[in-house]
């Protein structure tokens, strides 16, 4: 199984300020890895897909990058709607596995 | 507007069967493999099952394989999942969504709003 290590667990930033999410796969994915984010009581949401392709109507502030096993996820400057818990997950390889996830909370 | 339902959650004791169903609208359906992902409460996102768009090929996470069994009806738009021996670990809201691509892909592009499936006795 491909495990997925996401970091930092909880990042504390202010409106404004630029995000920067980590995701390490135990093996390669390639760039088979997708980005979600979650708000309370809602479904996940797809931001990324294939490490850096934003989905429908995601707004250029999220980008991805990365290949292999290394993945970051970056949101250039935070609005107040970006806070929420992020999920990357790998389609490289059976079984599907996500990430811990990254909350990203208001400092 | 591509839109997915979930239904059938609920209060199950340990050991009973339940049954969930995943209404899709908005487009071609059978062109598309569809998942089930479960969150747990507090908890991460867990996929658990994934069907192709014919449906002759099916994926099963270990923590439900034998006990739990996806289908499709292309002719309905609907998935169903067929929960058997659940257990407290099984508590979770449970997710459809839909692959981003036609043909085959594991990236969920669209999900529902979840179902809660809790139980407890």
């Known amino acids: 199984e491909i495990v997925l290590t996401q970091s930092p667990a909880t990042l504390s930033l202010s409106p404004g300020e630029r995000a920067t999410l980590s995701c390490r796969a135990s093996?390669?994915?390639?760039?088979?890895l997708a980005w979600y984010q979650q708000r309370p009581g809602q479904a996940p949401r797809l931001l990324i897909y294939?490490?850096?392709n934003r989905a429908t109507g995601i707004p250029a502030r999220f980008s991805g990058s990365g290949s292999g096993t290394d993945f970051t996820l970056t949101i250039s400057s935070l609005e107040p709607e970006d806070f929420a818990v992020y999920y990357c997950q790998q389609s490289s390889d059976w079984p599907l596995t996500f990430g811990g996830g990254t909350k990203v909370e208001i400092k | 507007e591509v839109q997915l339902l979930e239904s059938g959650g609920g209060l199950v004791q340990p050991g009973g069967s339940l049954s969930l169903s995943c209404a899709a609208s908005?487009?071609?359906?059978?062109?598309?493999?569809i998942h089930w992902v479960r969150q747990a409460p507090g908890k991460g996102l867990q996929w658990v099952s994934t069907?192709?768009?014919?449906?002759?090929?099916?994926y099963y996470a270990d923590s439900v394989k034998g006990r739990f069994t996806i289908s499709r009806d292309n002719s309905k738009n609907t998935l169903y999942v067929q929960m058997n021996s659940l257990s407290a670990e099984d508590t979770a809201v449970y997710y459809c969504?839909?692959?981003?691509?036609?043909?085959?892909?594991?990236?969920?592009?669209?999900w529902g709003q979840g179902t809660m499936v809790t139980v407890s006795s």
């Open positions: 069907i192709s768009g014919s449906g002759d090929n099916t």
């Open positions: 969504a839909k692959g981003y691509s036609s043909g085959w892909s594991g990236t969920f592009d669209i």
């Open positions: 294939d490490a850096s």
């Open positions: 093996q390669s994915v390639n760039s088979y």
């Open positions: 908005g487009f071609t359906f059978s062109n598309y493999g």
